[in-house]
């Protein structure tokens, strides 16, 4: 019978959303012990009794013990209902051509404003698309955040703050373009972004903690040592022609010095976190990893042009950094998505 085959997946569904297999596996060596001496397709009414049995076992243990997502029956009930009809995550693409739709509307009009010259229409545009796109992504881990239990919460919101405020500091591009702030750019431009990257990785580092990973790497320690360690090295390299003074040439170097060493390190603990998690879980987490990838190659960028040339805002240099720093917003932005989706799919 297909009911009997429905039954069986729907186990195995609600299996997959708890985020410790270890504490149910016990559970489920009914299911495994049904299927392998019968046929899911004509079950008899004593193991279609069990399966019913295990079902409510497991939907008992996710709205009690479950220690990241934060279930009702109700809410439980909604989610194993329309995961059984399809489509479930119908809702999360939308938001996501939502934020897309936003981001290329509001980066036409700042693209359009007046402006001296193409270069600094295309900054201008470039930069207002990243902000919409990384404030979208922010906004996608924040419509999931009350599916989820308090301490995974606060995680995620300190990585929301981080990720928002990234998306707000290039906002500061096409008032620098409008204002002609150029000339004092330099060390008004990183410090939001510092402010955000520690955020940011703070952020991701209570949730590595969360789900049970115990490493040097989720404390405070390897972000000061690198921290330290990458800002000597940086004021004794020298300086490059520029019209800037030699302080606010090596300060503003420090400071992208110690933005790198952020996302650095987040790239280091959140594999650890995903080795952690069954498949529902890891998805989310490695999204949010890929994402670092992109970040390290841009934080990078900056860094090397600003020791290199002592500018990361002229010519070809600043095109390049544009087009990074918007695959860097995509990125986000899949993370976004897929740490929404799982709540409904």
């Known amino acids: 019978m297909a009911s009997d085959r429905s039954l069986i997946d729907k186990i195995v569904y ?15 060596d009914t299911l495994r012990a049904i299927t392998a001496r019968s046929n899911p397709q004509a079950l008899t009414p004593a193991e279609t009794a069990e399966l019913e049995k295990l ?34 995550d119908r809702r999360s693409r939308t938001l996501l051509f939502g934020v897309l739709g ?50 995974l919460r606060r995680a ?33 431009y990183p410090v939001p972004i510092l402010i955000a990257a520690t955020l940011f990785h703070f952020g991701n580092a209570m949730y590595v903690r969360l789900v049970g990973v115990v490493s040097w790497w989720t404390k405070v320690w390897p972000v ?15 300086h490059p022609p520029s019209s800037e003074s030699e302080f606010t040439y090596r300060l503003a170097a420090v400071i992208w010095w110690v933005i790198l060493v952020m996302p650095l390190t987040s790239a280091i603990i959140l594999p650890m976190a995903a080795r952690k998690l069954p498949e529902l879980y890891k998805r989310p987490v490695m999204r949010l990893f890929q994402a670092m990838l992109p970040i390290i190659v841009v934080v990078a960028y900056q860094y090397v042009v600003r020791i290199v040339a002592g500018s990361y805002m002229d010519g070809i240099v600043a095109y390049i950094l544009f087009s990074l720093i918007l695959v860097m917003a995509l990125g986000l932005l899949r993370a976004g998505y897929a740490f929404n989706k799982i709540i409904r799919y």
């Open 14 to 28: 609600t299996a997959s959303l708890a985020s410790n297999q270890s504490e149910i596996d016990v559970q489920l």
């Open 55 to 88: 079902q409510s076992v497991l939907e008992a243990y996710l709205v009690s013990r479950e220690r990241l997502r934060l279930f009702t029956p109700e809410s439980l009930r909604v989610q194993i209902d329309q995961y059984m009809q399809g489509g479930t």
């Open 156 to 188: 995620f919101v300190v990585i929301c703050i981080g990720m928002a405020l990234l998306g707000l500091s290039l906002l500061e591009q096409p008032l620098i373009e409008i204002f002609g702030l150029r000339d004092y750019s330099s060390l008004f």
């Open 224 to 238: 000061l040592v690198l921290s330290v360690v990458g800002s000597l090295i940086t004021c004794v390299l020298p």
């Open 102 to 151: 936003i981001a290329a509307v509001l980066a036409t009009g700042a693209a359009l404003l007046p402006l001296a010259d193409i270069p600094q229409r295309v900054q201008s545009g470039g930069a207002t698309a990243f902000s919409a796109v990384t404030i979208g992504a922010a906004w996608l881990f924040l419509a999931a955040l009350p599916a989820f239990r308090s301490g």
